[in-house]
């Protein structure tokens, strides 16, 4: 190297550059890290910072033998952008097309309309096209901004939000670009109709609506978790740049009382008797009298919770749950009332006889039936053919006799008995005029009325036969269950347990009485006057109810309907509340089971009136058959039958 | 004329600058390494995460098909579709006894084994087995 050329003034030049290079650094560092950096780290972090959120699964509802009833389905919304589709493509669409279950016409015109004007009608009627759908539909497609020509840009439209897993790792398999999927969940009833009042639904936005859907949102719905991470310019996330992860929190699983096998018992009996009756509606209640537990609990008219939104404003009267919501005049069934609270006040016994032939009964100056403000006070009673065969006796009947051929007279008479007060007093007691404390449905507390009031003796001297008192289905067979439970009135119970995702039981909900009623001997009288009921052949009212080999217990009802169109009385005996409750074996209660069936069509019975022994007890037989063997109810009466003859081969 | 002085002043600093280069040089190639390396683990984890609840997923949707497949009114759908015949047992065709019907079914089966036999009974021989 020459001297020359290494000269002082170069040395100085080129030391002065490079001094300026890092001088130059230096600033902009200094730009960078410290007079600019707030507004470069908020455009650093709104460019690369992202929060991912991490959505909790709803939890379950499953039966009480963990069948599922409602859960979170996961889907994946199938959506295209237009814009972004490529030529290459488009033989791939048949493809595509076939895995979501569209005609090809139909995706291909989704896929080639890039553009929507500004104003669209939306599709007329019923015969609007999923395409159609798919085009205007406001959460089918995302629109852009209008352009000059008034043209709004397709962002995104919906081609499918049923899109399964498998399906969706195929269509990605396509590759097609410009299509792509959002997984989402979804909630399912896989066995539709069944238990639908008592499942309720959550709504499109995934928000509870009715039923235990709602009142157990809390536990159901779990906390959503998120990640505080970096993307990268293709949106991607950097996960090394994760700097916070809230993990979800999934919602707890319930597991209700209910049997789903029982419940579709009581629902397939519900359909018969639709379709032989047509009544307004009906509702069929299974339980387990020792604990509470509710096995069914089935309305009709019902619905399905996965097509909620597709009901008719004509058909949404079918969501209520009628079984708690609905009042009705429960009739005969509700005797139980008077003659248990006689009996356990120690003011009859079984062997007690009453004069069922009297014309007038008389408390406190008025008469059985009406007052004497009404007119002659004189007995009259509903012309019901049966109670004109019943009302000539030979002799004064017993309690027992009264309770097996349902006489009102007989009742009415055991309610003066006992007075307006004790009366009252046993009533409430049995769960009337207040509410079970059932948690979905709107539950009604009934009416009752009270001693006092103006109107209470109009009301009181038809109560003991059911009349002048409103209940729910739900109340009238709590006090069938009172009886099946020797006395103590219990709390009815839907949910058996609350457990996490693990199976780890968080809480479980046990047999809980509310209080005692009657005692055990009245209980167990009771259930031998009732007996007869159904066992006594024709001296009962309703034989139709026996199973051989089992001791059935229950009481028929049938109630004339109050008119609702302002004139005060009864309907004609054509539009009667027909019911039966009861429970079996009696000695050892296993299952209570109230039918009650509101405006039966009187011209499918025999008789021209929809009793309760005719369109209830049969019912309630049938449902007994089924249950037998699914529960394993053994016989409190050995019968020989051919099965018996057969396992022990030929001997008795 | 020899310099070791000088040489020997040079030559360490030398020394302790290339070490020095050298272990900083591996101090940031290890550095750049292990951000590689968590960068790789990161991500791993991320697809381990991503397969993890694509196995769920599949999980849940398997549990609601079968759940929609056990359907009572699905299954009496096929049970009719496939000409199956399954009806439930009549109340006089089932028979509820205390007993173990195995043993109960067992000894009757004996005693009707014995009872069409035509040759008395004489007793049983066992024989050991050696």
């Known amino acids: 190297m020459s001297k020359g050329f290494a000269s002082t003034y170069r040395i100085i030049l080129l030391a002065v550059l490079v001094f300026s290079a890092f001088a130059g650094l230096g600033a902009r560092l ?41 859960g979170s389905v996961p889907l994946n919304i199938l959506q295209v952008d237009p814009s972004d589709l490529r030529p290459g493509d488009e033989a791939k669409w048949p493809e595509l097309a076939r895995l979501i279950g569209l005609p090809l016409p139909a995706l291909t015109k989704i896929l080639t309309t890039k553009y929507r004007s500004a104003v669209t009608a939306p599709p007329a009627g ?16 995302k629109l852009g901004d209008a352009d000059a020509q008034g043209r709004r840009l397709i962002q995104w439209a919906k081609l499918s939000d049923q899109v399964s897993e498998s399906t969706n790792a195929e269509i990605a398999k396509l590759n097609i670009h410009g299509v792509y999927s959002t997984r989402v969940y979804r909630r399912a009833y896989p066995h539709g109709e069944l238990a639908s009042h008592l499942i309720g639904f959550v709504n499109q936005e995934q928000e509870p609506v009715q039923g235990l859907e709602r009142y157990l949102d809390f536990y159901l719905r779990g906390e959503n978790g998120w990640k505080e991470s970096e993307k990268d310019g293709h949106q991607r996330e950097l996960a090394q740049f994760r700097s916070r992860v809230v993990h979800p929190a999934d919602g707890y699983d319930v597991v209700l009382t209910i049997d789903a096998v029982v419940q579709s018992i009581a629902e397939a009996e519900l359909s018969g008797i639709a379709a032989k009756y047509h009544p307004a509606k009906a509702t069929i209640i299974i339980s387990d009298p ?47 009332v008077a003659v248990a609270g006689a009996l356990d006040a120690g003011l009859i016994t079984p062997q007690s006889r009453f004069d069922c032939t009297v014309p007038t009964a008389w408390y406190k100056g008025r008469s059985g039936g009406r007052s004497p403000a ?27 006799e009264i309770i097996a051929h349902s006489s009102n007279k007989g ?8 007075g307006d007060d004790l009366l009252y007093k046993y009533a409430r007691a049995f769960g009337f005029g207040e509410l079970a404390g059932f948690p979905v449905g709107g539950e009604t507390p009934g009416r009752l009325g009270h001693p006092g009031t103006a109107d209470w003796y109009g009301r009181f001297t038809r109560i003991p036969m059911g009349q002048s008192v409103d209940v729910s289905v739900l109340q009238m067979h709590r006090a069938m269950s009172v009886i099946a439970a020797g006395g103590n009135l219990l709390v009815p119970q839907i949910v058996r347990e609350i457990k996490t995702s693990t199976g780890e039981t968080v809480f479980r909900y046990g047999p809980a009485v509310q209080r005692r009623v009657i005692s055990a001997a009245t209980a167990h009288t009771m259930a031998g006057l009732l007996w007869g009921v159904v066992n006594k052949g024709k001296e009962g009212s309703a034989p139709e109810a026996a199973i051989a080999g089992f001791d059935v217990v229950g009481k028929t009802g049938t109630a004339q309907k109050v008119r609702t169109d302002g004139v005060p009385g009864y309907l004609d005996h054509h539009h009667v509340i027909s019911s039966f409750i009861g429970f079996f074996p009696a000695d050892n209660p296993q299952v ?61 | 004329m020899n310099t070791p002085l000088r040489s020997g002043f040079i030559n360490p600093a030398l020394a302790c600058a290339l070490g020095f280069l050298a272990c900083s040089g591996a101090t940031g190639v290890g550095a ?12 791993e984890n991320k697809a381990l995460e991503q397969r993890i609840a694509a196995v769920r997923r599949s999980s849940e949707q398997l549990s609601a098909e079968i759940a929609f497949e056990s359907d009572t009114a699905a299954l009496l ?51 050991l087995g050696h």
């Open chain 1, 30 to 70: 200094v730009w960078l890290h410290v007079l600019g950096r707030d507004e470069l780290l908020s455009y650093i972090q709104q460019a690369r910072a992202e929060i991912l959120p991490d959505y909790a699964r709803r939890g379950n509802i499953l039966d009480r033998n963990a069948a599922l009833l409602a």
């Open chain 1, 126 to 141: 019923g015969s609007a096209s999923r395409l159609a759908l798919n085009l205007t539909g406001e959460d089918d497609v």
């Open chain 1, 290 to 336: 020792r604990t509470g537990y509710l096995l069914a609990l089935a309305n009709y008219p019902t619905f399905d919770p996965n097509s909620y939104n597709k009901l008719t404003k004509e058909q949404q009267p079918a969501m209520q749950n009628v079984a708690v919501n609905s009042m009705y005049e429960p009739g005969s069934v509700f005797k139980i």
């Open chain 1, 374 to 400: 009404d007119g002659p006070a004189t007995w009259k009673l509903r012309p019901i053919p049966k109670e004109d065969v019943t009302d000539h006796f030979d002799h004064p009947l017993t309690v027992a």
């Open chain 1, 411 to 418: 009742t009415v008479q055991i309610g003066f008995a006992m």
């Open chain 1, 592 to 652: 209570d089971i109230s039918v009650v069936v509101d405006d039966a069509d009187s011209h499918a019975t025999p008789n021209g009136t929809a009793y309760g022994h005719v369109v209830a007890a049969p019912a309630f037989h049938n449902i007994a058959l089924k249950l037998i063997p699914y529960l394993d109810i053994r016989p409190n009466r050995l019968e020989v039958s051919r099965a018996t003859l057969a396992f022990n081969g030929g001997q008795q």
């Open chain 2, 32 to 43: 750049v390494w292990l951000q590689h390396q968590i960068s790789v683990a990161a991500n």
């Open chain 2, 77 to 127: 759908q096929r049970n009719s579709q496939m000409k199956l015949g399954m009806v439930a047992p009549a109340l006089d065709q089932q028979l509820t006894i205390a007993e173990d019907p195995i043993r109960h079914l067992s000894a009757k089966q004996g005693r009707e084994l014995f009872r069409n036999s035509n040759e008395p009974f004489t007793g049983l021989r066992l024989a």
